[in-house]
């Protein structure tokens, strides 16, 4: 029997003999390789923190001892040591979440898939426990080197450190990468730390010299032990940290389980804030991942373990890939168009923008607030940035597009990729809060493009705008064949028309249109007449859209967003405006936290497939329109 399968929690762990956890830790690897890599996941985090993850659960008790990781990616080694290796249908409906998940485990505290946030968490719970007299009770923070680019781990540590005997450990898991190499002044500071490991070795190598040289030896070793802070500046600058009054402890090899382990005891024992900087390597133990320049197998779709192939090769170009190649067209064309993303550069797009103008893209790190004034500040200074997240990130920073682009009326282009249903990371990473959040900012306009033509033109028609912020949104996955439009009423397009005389106006929110389409037809089948129409720009609410509602007899919008104050809502409102009393439904996605499955799978369950749309319309219709046939008009 392997050792892996003997671990069925942390208390096994712990009867392990230290001489056989570099085997446990072998097993481990190789568990991951061929489990990722049948269904996809983040590989490359998760190799690199096996000695790690070991030498925690073997120096703390969990779940007594709280655990908590950021990101949350990294946590699949910790999954299997608290006793969860069925990784066959992990991040599918069923299976195993690729994020801590309190559903599964009571080892899992925190749903932790959103960077910076674990220090907060950390302080909250040391604090809980200090207050509740829970003094033999740790608490851990497990952050990489990634997570302490965002501003809110900073705020953490400010306030971690007001406390000197309040016990919390934080481990600073440090591959240089967050998706990418970590990027600016702290990832510049580490690597001094890194490469600067002899401080504690020349003191000791020092104080013995020293102490050797009879009457003044022990003086001028009592003086340089007293100017201790200057020398650890000198030769190993953990100064910032010592500063904030946090105990520091490291480099240490991330990989070498014996050192781990003593520095997270030293740690334990410490009773208060410490920080135990391990130095990791991404990928660790899989050649193709350690040899992948671009993110070190970050997350991988299903491959071949050893070809590293696509098990299902790609159906066609992505949205992010037509985005990224309009991009470098829009940046060739227009020396003011400049580039900001948060430590995303490949996964939304920008790569070949970076590589033509370097100079004109900027990758702040994991630090989406920053991203979004300083945005502001490029467009004050005459400028047009493109700011491109992923949608549900956009979250993070919305104060920021209010107070600081919106209230100043500056032209900053948002381009928010994965918005509507993703899929497999779950709740945290669904967009489908983009077009509910961003209805309430004054001045904004929202695109949803439906096919790879409209997202090209709509990228560009946002540039233009220098007066007010726009935003452009399309999801994941591969782009669908054009959807032409067989008329234009004001800045609407008609998509279909299937009777002279169209009973219900279907509006087809961006990437919903084929499926709208779909259900048009099949309505048709059971006799009621539509018109399909995408209005393009869905905020602010295109003044044809009440015309046009004016003349059928129920609206249905159609989008993949929450259902609560998104366009089908602003749609209502522009109606009622405009004293068009035509009634109006809305399908969308539920006002939920939805669990990963496919992404297929969630928008089925939604009712926002052709036939879901279809049957749902007919209900409607023959409910509201018990005179079918009549085509009555309603005029405002």
Not at 348 to 356: E, I, Q, T
Not at 378 to 386: D, I, Q, W
Not at 407 to 423: E, K, M, N, Q, Y
Not at 605 to 613: I, K, Q, R, Y
Request: aromatic content about 6%.
């Amino acid at each position: 029997m392997s050792l892996l399968s003997g671990v069925t929690s942390p208390a096994d762990l712990r009867k392990i003999p230290p001489a056989d956890l570099p085997l446990l830790a072998d097993e481990i690897r190789a568990f991951l390789i061929d489990a990722v890599t049948r269904t996809g996941g983040h590989l490359g985090p998760n190799l690199g923190v096996v000695e790690l993850t070991i030498a925690l659960h073997r120096v703390f008790d969990s779940p007594y001892d709280r655990i908590v990781w950021d990101t949350g990616h990294q946590s699949y080694v910790h999954k299997l040591l608290t006793g969860r290796q069925d990784f066959s249908k992990l991040r599918t409906r069923g299976g195993l979440s690729g994020y801590p998940s309190r559903a599964e485990s009571e080892h899992d505290l925190v749903e932790n898939s959103h960077a910076s946030t674990a220090l907060s968490y950390a302080d909250g719970l040391a604090k809980a426990a200090q207050l509740l007299g829970q003094y033999d009770r740790q608490t851990v923070a497990v952050i990489g080197d990634g997570a302490l680019t965002g501003g809110l781990a900073w705020e953490a540590l400010n306030n971690i450190a007001e406390a000197r005997d309040r016990p919390l450990v934080i481990v600073v898991n440090d591959n240089e990468r967050s998706y990418a190499r970590t990027i600016g002044g702290l990832a510049n500071h580490l690597a001094t730390l890194r490469t600067t490991r002899g401080y504690e070795r020349f003191l000791a190598l020092g104080k013995e010299a020293l102490q050797r040289t009879p009457l003044v030896g022990q003086p001028i070793f009592d003086a340089l032990h007293g100017a201790k802070k200057g020398f650890k500046d000198a030769f190993a600058p953990q100064g910032m940290f010592e500063d904030l009054g946090l105990k520091y402890l490291g480099p240490i090899d991330g990989h070498d389980l014996g050192a781990v382990e003593q520095a997270l005891r030293q740690a334990r024992g410490f009773g208060g804030p410490v920080i135990v900087h391990c130095l990791t390597v991404k990928g660790r133990g899989y050649r193709p991942a350690e040899q992948d320049e671009a993110d070190r197998f970050h997350a991988v779709n299903p491959i071949d373990p050893y070809t590293c192939l696509p098990i299902s090769p790609s159906g066609g170009a992505s949205w992010t890939s037509v985005f990224g190649e309009e991009m470098v067209a829009l940046g060739a064309e227009r020396p003011d168009v400049v580039a900001i993303t948060a430590a995303m550069l490949q996964p939304v797009g920008l790569g070949s923008f970076a590589k033509a103008h370097p100079e004109r893209t900027f990758d702040v790190g994991i630090a989406e607030q920053h991203a979004v004034t300083s945005a502001a500040g490029l467009a004050t200074g005459g400028l047009h940035p493109v700011v491109a997240v992923y949608a549900t990130f956009l979250n993070r920073a919305f104060d920021q597009v209010l107070m600081d682009v919106a209230l100043h009326r500056l032209g900053v282009t948002f381009v928010l990729d994965r918005a509507g249903v993703t899929g497999p990371d779950g709740a945290s990473h669904n967009g489908m809060w983009d077009m509910s959040i961003l209805q309430v900012v004054p001045g904004l306009r929202l695109a949803a493009p439906r096919d790879a033509d409209q997202l090209r033109a709509q990228l560009r028609e946002a540039v233009d705008v220098a007066d007010a912020p726009t935003v452009v949104r399309f999801p994941k996955g591969n782009i669908g064949p054009a959807v032409p439009a067989v008329d234009r009423v004001g800045g609407v397009d008609v998509l279909l028309r299937t009777g002279e005389l169209p009973e219900i106006l279907l509006v087809a929110v961006g990437s919903t249109a084929a499926a709208v389409l779909d259900a048009a037809r099949l309505l048709l089948a059971e006799g009621f007449t539509a018109t399909v129409v995408d209005p393009r720009w869905v905020k602010p609410v295109d003044p044809a859209l009440p015309a046009l509602a004016a003349a059928h007899r129920l609206v249905v919008t159609v989008e993949d967003n929450g259902r609560t104050g998104g366009v089908g809502a602003a749609v209502a409102q522009a109606l009622q405006d405009a004293d068009v009393d035509v009634p109006v439904r809305v399908l969308g996605l539920p006002q939920e936290f939805l669990g990963h499955a496919a992404r297929g799978e969630i928008l089925e369950e939604a009712g926002l497939t052709g036939t879901g749309v279809a049957a749902q319309t007919a209900a409607f219709a023959k409910n509201l329109l018990p005179t079918r046939g009549a085509n009555q008009r309603h005029a405002g």
